[in-house]
């Protein structure tokens, strides 16, 4: 049967050439990078396309870090998860490419399930973004930070975030990309929260500076993705799915 992963971009486009953990470069990055117990982090370079820093690997999924590619942190991920991290991924870097300023300020988050060497399932907060770009404004390097979180829950719905400084734009560019899947954006589920304390659609524009129509617009969308016919079958969806606590 064909794998129907291959019409992604992300799994196709990245190699399996690991890290040299004897470069200058790496040298570098290992002083600099900061990491917190149970992540690990990638640095991976357009140029080169390959993965010139990794660390933390072997703590979080079970792969030394002087073996692991970047091809097997993407294999890596829940089969339940991976069409919509393969396609956020594919879009996020579209939308990034496609802007010639600030470049440094844009970034996505998920939370997904990725596979441990062993066949556990490790519950991951993803964050993605740009590490440098070029002396043209093109981007050179991208930073990946993998965080172990236990705590996550996951039901139907995948949940994730864009940011940057065309932020509504990145996020509805992101939506429109993204609507075959059952996903929430940040945007998304803080206003069903708010929708769940009680306030209004005009309660909630104001409180964000926004027009009625445009909360409208934002929450209108989920009762065709999540196949709910009101408000308060919305919000139910949401405490079953873990996209309220």
Known sequence: MEDKQT???????????????FSEEYTNFSKTINRFPEEAVYIYSFHENRLIYAAGWEETLGYEDQYIDLHTIVKQTDPLHAPFAYDLNDNAVKFILSRNHQLLEYFITMEINKIHKNGSLIPMMVKLGVYSVESNGSVKEAIGRFQINRGLRFGKVIRYSSHGPDREEFEEALNKALFKHIAIS??????????????????????????????????????????VNS??????????NFILP
Not at 210 to 224: C, D, G, M, T, W
């Open 7 to 21: 019409e992604y971009n992300t799994p196709k486009l990245v190699t399996k050439v690991p890290i040299d953990i």
């Open 231 to 240: 408000l308060p079958q919305l919000i139910s969806f949401a405490y079953e």
């Open 186 to 227: 940040e945007k998304e589920k803080e206003t069903i929260s708010y929708i769940a304390s009680g306030l209004s659609f005009k309660e909630i524009a104001d409180k964000n500076g926004v027009s009625q129509s445009a909360v409208e617009k934002r929450i209108h969308p989920l009762y065709r993705r999540f196949e």
